[in-house]
């Protein structure tokens, strides 16, 4: 494998790498060329025109009127300026255990200060709606000042209805803020900042936006903005209020990632040409081709919610006494394809297949080729036909199919 650094491990790598854990994803190569440029004076003109661009521009995707903060960081960053914006020392949060990215976000909470009370999960399921109900009727003092949860899952591929928790607060008449991380399913599933009546969004830039590593999200209402004024956390480089300032005026309080906003100005340009419907759909025929490979193979799907199913990633269950690591060792080695590792208390058991981003029927298909035949040649049990079971439900609903069926004799 050839690293594109220069470094090379075992000799010439011909073809592309297939990069299908879910983030960083396969930067696509109009990104890539159209953040071939030299970098530019951040307080000259010409950034000014971008960043008020781009400025404008994300708020389509999280489908916001309202203001988004860009910083120079990666998505935990953005998680750390969501909490230190609107809260305060002691304040109760209540979160929920969808699997290994709530718990790093409950783990900073605690770290930062803050009291969280956790709804438990297993790791298999999304964010029970009726339970943060009960949880926030059952508050009379309203201690709770925010719920967070986590939008795509990104540890187990479960998915959870952001529509539904901003009912259950409203039902309980709460006025807790309402923050969600979006890192791995903004650009690919669909997200509605202001429909759902989102405080805060965090997002990343190298999942469903297909850019490289290195900047990261907070979309804010006017609630959330309201909060800053009481909100008594330490923050200097978080502070929302220093950058909305700039902001107004497409510029940054401190450098700004110019490259990678090169490249997030084409991204937006990409996905709005597509069409975000259209985006979103395409994220679901791959996952739903990739499901149904996955059952062809005879192996579990890590998902045990129904209606959960990620559009972005799957996570496959290893048979027991099977390593994935081993897996995806295999895969790497013979087919130059890189599969997303268990996280936490994952770990060695399950591995995951990203179809997010910049990714076609082709792409997948290669993927899945390349899974079929790491399984066989790691002796794990399974069915052959998981990738010809793929090509038909491929077909089946390919966009501009004509009306006939395509079976195998
Ligand atoms: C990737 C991811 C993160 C972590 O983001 P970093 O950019 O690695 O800091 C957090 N939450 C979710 C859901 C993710 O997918």
Same mark, same amino acid.
């Given at each position: 494998m050839k690293l594109s650094h220069g470094l090379s491990l075992n000799g010439h790598p011909s073809g592309r790498h297939f990069l299908q854990i879910p983030g960083p994803t396969n930067v696509p190569d109009r990104? /890539?060329? &159209?953040?071939?440029?030299?970098?530019?004076?951040?307080?000259g003109p010409e950034f000014q025109q971008l960043g008020k661009s781009v400025l404008a521009g994300i708020r389509r995707i999280f489908q916001t009127e309202g203001p988004v903060i860009i910083f120079p960081a990666s998505g935990t960053g953005a998680w750390e300026a969501a909490l230190v914006n609107t809260l305060s020392p002691g304040d109760a949060v209540l979160m929920c255990e969808t699997g290994h990215f709530a718990t790093l976000w409950k783990r900073m909470a605690e770290r930062l200060g803050l009291v969280v009370e956790f709804i438990p999960g297993d790791w298999r399921h999304g964010v029970d709606a009726a339970a943060i109900e009960a949880r926030l009727a059952a508050d009379r003092d309203r201690r709770f000042r925010a719920v967070c949860?986590?939008?795509? *899952?990104?540890?187990? +591929?479960?998915?959870?209805? !952001?529509? *539904?928790?901003?009912?259950?607060?409203?039902? &309980? +008449?709460?006025?807790? /803020?309402l923050m969600v991380d979006t890192i791995s399913s903004l650009g690919s599933i669909d997200y509605r900042h202001d429909a759902w009546g989102v405080d805060v969004t965090v997002a990343g830039s190298q999942k469903g936006l297909m850019l490289p590593p290195g900047i990261s999200f907070n =979309? !804010?209402? =006017? @609630?959330? /903005? +309201? &909060?800053? @004024?009481? =909100?008594?956390l330490p923050r200097s480089y978080w502070d929302w209020n220093e950058m909305l300032a700039a902001n107004a005026n497409g510029f940054f309080p401190s450098t700004? &990632?110019?490259n990678l906003l090169y490249g997030l100005h084409e991204a937006i340009a990409m996905l709005l040409e597509e069409g975000l419907p259209n985006v979103f759909s395409r994220h679901q025929r791959h996952a739903e081709a990739t499901r149904t490979a996955v059952r062809g193979w005879g192996l579990e799907i890590l998902c045990r919610d129904p209606d959960g199913h990620s559009p972005a990633l799957t996570a496959v269950v290893m048979p027991d006494g099977h390593s994935a690591d081993a897996l995806r060792r295999i895969a790497l080695e013979n087919f130059n394809l890189s599969l997303g590792q268990g996280l936490g208390k994952l770990a060695d058991r399950v591995f995951r297949i990203g179809h997010l981003g910049d990714f076609n029927d082709l792409t997948l298909l290669g993927t899945l080729g390349g899974v079929e035949m790491a399984l066989c040649l790691a002796d794990v049990p399974h069915r052959r036909g998981g990738v010809q079971a793929a090509m038909d439900s491929l077909a089946a609903s390919a966009p501009k199919a004509p009306r006939v069926e395509c079976r195998s004799a």
């Open positions: 990104i /890539l060329r &159209a953040m071939d440029y030299p970098t530019i004076d951040h307080r949860v986590v939008h795509n *899952e990104t540890s187990t +591929g479960v998915t959870s209805r !952001i529509d *539904e928790v901003r009912h259950a607060i409203d039902r &309980a +008449g709460h006025p807790a /803020l =979309a !804010i209402s =006017a @609630k959330a /903005l +309201g &909060a800053t @004024k009481q =909100a008594r700004p &990632a110019t």
